[in-house]
């Protein structure tokens, strides 16, 4: 509950957070950040929200039972876990992020008694609609606001010519209504859109086609999917840009170690990079190449990171990352680095706003389509704070300043917030941002995380 300050306990986030999330809840938490300080510190930010939900995806399509350390637990990923018990999945725990799941195998799913609620999980739903296209029961997929606007075209029309039929508004989103169809083509698909999202629902319908399924992509995206079916022993072909399997295998149950989220830590390197007087350590932090590009660009405007200790746990590349305060200069984000750090944008335009010069980022336009349209919603946050900062249709340009303190309206969408919440490290003036409960979704703990470091934040119960 708020205390009389208004101060928000993470106990109450952590029980609130994912109903209020799940049903466009309206906004009940504001973030309040004094300017100026630095970052320190050695911190471990919360497992990877991708390799979360594959987790549970795959651990329940196991014969047998798998366990899961480092889960995220964060709405989005629970959201996943909710869905697969729905569906008759015995899932232990999360127990300080430790899972026991008891795989039904690839055919052992159950009709759930209701829709599934997937509250603001684009990978959720896009990923479920690949893998629920070839059971032999119907099902319907349903989200919050923010996802019932996002296009589910992009999966629903290949899975249809692999004669999935799922029926979807005329607008072509949620609520998605599947009807299974257990005797699924397999599929050879071009994708027009460099999406993991898109190649994982895929990959995961031709678990259940007949045949070799393959997908190519326009150019590398996260290749979690890929990785974690190798390690429950499922064959999987990938060569250049394809990635190929055939229908009807068995996934062997296994561990999952999930590694600290690098779209989560983004906000810490950014926050380092541009607090004068900042030096941290985020410790065992996912380094897959295919994840990589913020670290890239952040080296590309005159970052200080440095990867040390760099292991291999449960088949993901893993690394400690220090950061240090450095001047920043602007650049042209190489467009081919855009999928390799397509959710750390919020927090590269904050690196942007505080650098000398201009900062030009094109080939961006799937920013427009996330939780928020992320082109316009940070840059009307950058403009609020006296920034110039141009939207373009695929991307945006960003003259650095100084920052002032403002209000800034975050949209519901997690990274915006807390891309904000770094901002003020280098603003003149508080900064408040509203809108704040979906950071719960990828990053539960972020406030008092970001506290230990040094951010003067605090999240307050929003007047209603
Ligand atoms: O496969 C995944 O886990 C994800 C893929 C990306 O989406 P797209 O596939 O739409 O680029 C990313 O933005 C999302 O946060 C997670
Ligand atoms: C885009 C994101 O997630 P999703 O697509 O799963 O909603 C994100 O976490 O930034």
Same mark, same amino acid.
């Given at each position: 509950?708020?205390?009389?300050?208004?101060?928000?306990?993470?106990?109450?986030?952590?029980?609130?957070?994912?109903?209020?999330?799940?049903?466009?809840?309206?906004?009940?938490?504001?973030?309040?950040?004094?300017?100026?300080?630095?970052?320190?510190?050695?911190?471990?930010?919360?497992?990877?929200?991708?390799?979360?939900?594959?987790?549970?995806?795959?651990?329940?399509?196991?014969?047998?039972?798998?366990?899961?350390?480092?889960?995220?637990?964060?709405?989005?990923?629970?959201?996943?876990?909710?869905?697969?018990?729905?569906?008759?999945?015995?899932?232990?725990?999360?127990?300080?992020?430790?899972?026991?799941?008891?795989?039904?195998?690839?055919?052992?799913?159950?009709?759930?008694?209701?829709?599934?609620?997937?509250?603001?999980?684009?990978?959720?739903?896009?990923?479920?609609?690949?893998?629920?296209?070839?059971?032999?029961?119907?099902?319907?997929?349903?989200?919050?606001?923010?996802?019932?606007?996002?296009?589910?075209?992009?999966?629903?029309?290949?899975?249809?010519?692999?004669?999935?039929?799922?029926?979807?508004?005329?607008?072509?989103?949620?609520?998605?209504?599947?009807?299974?169809?257990?005797?699924?083509?397999?599929?050879?698909?071009?994708?027009?859109?460099?999406?993991?999202?898109?190649?994982?629902?895929?990959?995961?319908?031709?678990?259940?086609?007949?045949?070799?399924?393959? %997908?190519?992509?326009?150019?590398?995206?996260?290749?979690?999917?890929?990785?974690?079916?190798?390690?429950?022993?499922?064959?999987?072909?990938?060569?250049?840009?394809?990635?190929?399997?055939?229908?009807?295998?068995?996934?062997?149950?296994?561990?999952?170690?999930?590694?600290?989220?690098?779209?989560?830590?983004?906000?810490?390197?950014?926050?380092?990079?541009?607090?004068?007087?900042?030096?941290?350590?985020?410790?065992?932090?996912?380094?897959?190449?295919?994840?990589?590009?913020?670290?890239?660009?952040?080296?590309?405007?005159?970052?200080?990171?440095?990867?040390?200790?760099?292991?291999?746990?449960?088949?993901?590349?893993?690394?400690?990352?220090?950061?240090?305060?450095?001047?920043?200069?602007?650049?042209?984000?190489?467009?081919?680095? %855009?999928?390799?750090?397509?959710?750390?944008?919020?927090?590269?335009?904050?690196?942007?706003?505080?650098?000398?010069?201009?900062?030009? %980022?094109?080939?961006?336009?799937?920013?427009?389509?996330?939780?928020?349209?992320?082109?316009?919603?940070?840059?009307?946050?950058?403009?609020?704070?006296?920034?110039?900062?141009? /939207?373009?249709?695929?991307?945006?340009?960003?003259?650095?300043?100084?920052?002032?303190?403002?209000?800034?309206?975050?949209?519901?969408?997690?990274?915006?917030?807390?891309?904000?919440?770094?901002?003020?490290?280098?603003?003149?003036?508080?900064?408040?941002?509203?809108?704040?409960?979906?950071?719960?979704?990828?990053? /539960?703990?972020?406030?008092?995380?970001?506290?230990?470091?040094?951010?003067?934040?605090?999240?307050?119960?929003?007047?209603?």
């Amino acid at each position: 509950m708020p205390n009389r300050r208004g101060i928000i306990s993470s106990a109450y986030w952590s029980s609130k957070e994912s109903d209020l999330s799940a049903h466009g809840s309206p906004n009940t938490v504001k973030f309040h950040v004094s300017p100026g300080g630095a970052l320190q510190g050695k911190l471990r930010v919360p497992g990877d929200k991708s390799i979360s939900h594959r987790s549970i995806m795959l651990g329940s399509l196991a014969a047998g039972v798998s366990e899961v350390s480092g889960f995220l637990e964060g709405a989005d990923a629970l959201a996943t876990l909710a869905a697969f018990r729905a569906m008759g999945v015995e899932i232990e725990g999360p127990e300080q992020g430790r899972l026991r799941i008891h795989g039904v195998g690839l055919h052992g799913l159950q009709a759930p008694a209701a829709p599934l609620d997937l509250g603001n999980s684009g990978t959720s739903m896009r990923l479920l609609c690949g893998l629920l296209a070839g059971q032999t029961f119907d099902v319907e997929l349903v989200g919050d606001q923010s996802l019932s606007r996002r296009p589910m075209q992009r999966v629903t029309g290949p899975l249809a010519s692999m004669g999935a039929r799922i029926e979807a508004t005329d607008a072509g989103t949620a609520p998605l209504r599947i009807h299974g169809n257990p005797n699924l083509q397999s599929l050879a698909y071009r994708m027009p859109v460099a999406s993991a999202q898109v190649k994982s629902a895929i990959l995961l319908a031709g678990l259940y086609a007949r045949g070799q399924t393959c %997908v190519t992509e326009p150019a590398p995206t996260r290749d979690h999917t890929e990785r974690m079916l190798r390690g429950f022993g499922y064959p999987i072909d990938v060569s250049g840009e394809t990635a190929c399997l055939e229908g009807g295998g068995c996934l062997q149950p296994t561990h999952v170690e999930v590694p600290a989220d690098i779209s989560s830590a983004a906000f810490f390197l950014v926050g380092a990079s541009i607090a004068e007087g900042s030096d941290i350590v985020l410790e065992h932090v996912g380094i897959n190449p295919t994840r990589t590009g913020i670290i890239d660009i952040l080296r590309l405007m005159g970052a200080s990171i440095e990867l040390s200790n760099q292991r291999e746990v449960g088949g993901e590349p893993v690394a400690d990352i220090r950061v240090v305060s450095q001047p920043l200069q602007g650049i042209e984000v190489p467009p081919e680095l %855009v999928p390799l750090a397509i959710d750390e944008f919020p927090a590269i335009f904050i690196a942007a706003a505080c650098a000398e010069g201009e900062t030009v %980022v094109t080939g961006a336009e799937e920013l427009r389509v996330k939780e928020s349209d992320r082109i316009s919603t940070m840059a009307d946050g950058l403009v609020a704070l006296g920034i110039d900062a141009r /939207p373009q249709p695929d991307g945006i340009r960003i003259r650095g300043g100084q920052l002032t303190g403002g209000r800034i309206n975050s949209h519901g969408d997690h990274r915006i917030a807390m891309a904000f919440a770094m901002a003020a490290l280098r603003a003149n003036g508080a900064i408040t941002i509203d809108d704040c409960a979906n950071v719960n979704t990828s990053f /539960p703990g972020f406030v008092e995380l970001a506290q230990t470091a040094g951010l003067q934040v605090a999240a307050e119960a929003a007047e209603e």
